[in-house]
């Protein structure tokens, strides 16, 4: 069996492993969270599809397609044909054997193919999809929306289905306004079907709801998308149905070990394309780990962030401790499987606070979509107030626009510019639709990790060339207790050597990892010249941009072809032919981090930020949190505009 024949699975771990020693006398000690990143890639072999299952295997998919037939479908009428053409394509594409239903939707769901009252799923043949297809030609539509029976129905469907990938289709183009009408609200049948498939859902039309279509995929560990036109559907079915083909790994469990006395797990979710969070599953005998489970995996990436809390009672600083150590577990596979060495999450107690405020660009990325996320929902609920909330609106129109900008997520960026009048000017364009919102919604949903540099692969294989890939501390193999559970010693230090040498490379700290995963280098601080490293390292946040420029001046990104921004004054000077990665708005923004917009008085009118602290620390005016000195949003609980604000 040669390598290219085999499913590889990598992983890496990214974090900045300083904590504090000492309590915060001032508050409670959300410092002594320790915060991972998990990137996790499958890469399957080239050659026929991955879900084609192997002679004896059974079906490698189960698919249940739910089509809205509610009255609402016919108006227009369009969506309802639409709907008919794309079930109908994606029943031509399934593959022989496969396990698959059709169900229509409305107060209650009812099986249109292989028929009403049956309780098991057709069997994909040539005779058999000609069937289904004609059943779907000939749906009707009637009736309001329940989605919890359709939802409930597929679960019983499904649940006896050896298949390794269960997934559902649902499309609607409403909400779901008649719940109460279900033997079982939705919120109950999201709890029984978790775990059981995987649910991508689809809006169609002007009325549909992207917080819907969010919770059930959030649920279900799908993704929720939309058309903007009808004769769209088609090509995106047939495109997800390709993807569930080529499906390389059906579950994938990341299973975590503490290993220093007193290392709690608080919280694992996905944040990269979408978030999820996870619940852990019982891991073995010995109480210690946890697994969580993930679905689906074609050839991607993933991002997963760890939160864990750890005490320092007994510990010496500046000694690197291993806290947990993290493992890929695939069960069940038919085919040759490579996975990882397992990988320490770490921890440095330190006196030193400026150390111990430092984030890693992985987590203060995910912080800047959540922000940017919740800046479209208030400017949503603004718009709905009318004149009275179009303040609220624009104010917070111009901090998704700011916030997208640094994150340089052009796809967001783009979002974005369909909702704002005119490009740069901070405010709401008039004459908008509920469904423009919705999609929106849907789009700042999506995360996405910051570009590797110029040539470099973010997923090389076994992590060769590319051990910055993960952020600062490139760790691969070889650290000491990384072996895995049963060979973990509780709290070990690193032994000299076996995670590399102690760098200062730019300037900076950095962890080198020789192992057998592949080479790994740390990135510099903030004010080093080394590199930063492709994937979960953002040059703009780690400060690690060429030529040791500041971070607030780094751009790797650079604008999207959709967010034509103009060139602003810099701090210390003006930065010609570019743009400071948290700006946005029009030539003249004064001041460092300026995000007004021209003529936008609702956007935030820039402002001096507040002074470094003899300690390397500023302060937030409104709650007092201490974070570094090129923060652009407070990271406390007022999440305030630091840079551009008024101090």
């Known amino acids: 069996m040669t390598v290219a024949e085999e499913t590889e699975v990598t992983l890496e771990v990214g974090q900045r492993t300083e904590l504090p020693a000492l309590p915060d006398p001032a508050g409670p000690h959300r410092e002594r969270e320790m915060h991972a990143i998990l990137e996790i890639g499958v890469r399957g072999p080239s050659g026929a599809p991955h879900a084609t299952p192997a002679p004896g295997t059974g079906s490698a998919l189960a698919e249940v397609l739910i089509v809205d037939t509610s009255r609402s ?12 053409d794309a079930t109908a394509a994606a029943v031509r594409m399934l593959p022989f054997g496969t396990a698959f239903a059709v169900l229509a939707g409305r107060f209650d769901a009812t099986v249109v193919h292989p028929g009403p009252g049956r309780q098991v799923l057709a069997v994909a043949r040539p005779g058999e999809r000609e069937a289904a297809e004609r059943a779907v030609r000939l749906l009707d539509a009637d009736g309001g929306t329940a989605i919890g029976a359709w939802l409930d129905l597929a679960r019983r469907l499904l649940k006896d289905q050896p298949a390794p990938v269960k997934h559902v289709l649902l499309l609607t183009d409403g909400r779901n306004e008649h719940d109460h009408r279900s033997r079982r609200p939705l919120e109950t049948v999201l709890d029984a079907c978790a775990g059981q498939f995987v649910c991508d859902a689809w809006g169609i039309g002007d009325d549909w709801d992207a917080e819907l279509l969010l919770a059930i995929t959030r649920r279900l560990h799908g993704r929720a998308r939309a058309v903007r036109r009808e004769s769209e559907l088609t090509a995106a079915y047939e495109e997800l149905i390709a993807g569930l083909l080529g499906t390389a790994v059906p579950e994938l469990r990341i299973r975590l070990t503490p290993t220093t006395p007193g290392t709690v797990i608080r919280q694992v979710k996905q944040v990269v394309p979408n978030e999820q969070e996870l619940q852990p599953v019982p891991a073995g005998p010995g109480g210690r780990a946890a697994e969580y489970v993930t679905r689906a995996w074609g050839d991607e990436v ?10 320092p009672a007994g510990r010496e600083s500046g000694e690197e401790l291993q806290l947990a150590a993290v493992e890929i577990v695939v069960p069940g596979v038919r085919r040759p499987l490579r996975l990882p060495p397992p990988r320490p999450i770490l921890v440095r107690w330190t006196d030193d606070p400026l150390d111990a405020s430092r984030q890693h660009p992985g987590v203060r990325r995910h912080e800047l979509y959540q922000r940017a996320s919740a800046a479209v929902a208030q400017a949503y609920r603004a718009w709905l107030r009318g004149a009275d909330g179009r303040e609220t609106a624009d104010r ?6 700011a916030l997208a900008a640094e994150l340089g997520d052009a796809q967001l960026l783009g979002a974005l510019r369909l909702i704002e009048s005119a490009p740069g000017s901070g405010r709401i364009r008039p004459g908008l639709k509920d469904v423009d919102w919705q999609h929106l919604i849907l789009s700042s949903a999506l995360t996405t990790p910051p570009e ?10 076994s992590g060769a060339g590319r051990g910055g890939a993960v952020g600062e501390r490139g760790q691969a193999a070889g650290v000491a207790g990384a072996a895995g559970p049963a060979g973990s010693a509780a709290g070990r230090p690193v032994a000299p050597g076996s995670g ?15 192992g057998a995963g592949g080479t790994g280098r740390g990135g510099a601080v903030p004010g080093g010249a080394g590199r930063g490293g492709a994937g979960l390292v953002d040059a703009s946040l780690a400060g690690s941009g060429p030529g040791g420029e500041d971070p607030a001046d780094a751009d790797p990104a650079g604008p999207g072809p959709d967010y ?3 060139d602003h004054a810099a701090p210390g000077g003006a930065r010609p032919g570019g743009r400071s990665a948290d700006r946005a708005g029009t030539p003249g923004s004064p001041g460092p981090g300026g995000v007004r917009a021209a003529g936008a008085d609702a956007a935030p009118r820039p402002g001096a930020a507040p002074p470094v602290r003899p300690d390397g620390l500023i302060e937030c005016p409104e709650c007092r949190w201490l974070g570094p000195a090129d923060s652009v949003y407070c990271g406390g609980d007022c999440g305030r505009l630091l840079r551009g604000a008024s101090a």
């Open 73 to 84: 479908m016919l108006h227009p009428p369009a969506k309802l044909h639409a709907a008919k």
């Open 302 to 311: 993933r991002h997963f962030q760890v939160v864990l809390t750890a005490d």
């Open 396 to 401: 917070e129109l111009a901090r998704a626009l």
């Open 452 to 461: 590797p540099p110029s040539g470099e692969d973010r997923r090389g294989p």
């Open 500 to 514: 590399g040498p102690r760098s200062g490379d730019g300037g900076g700290e950095a962890v080198a990892g020789v």
């Open 564 to 566: 034509a921004a103009p």
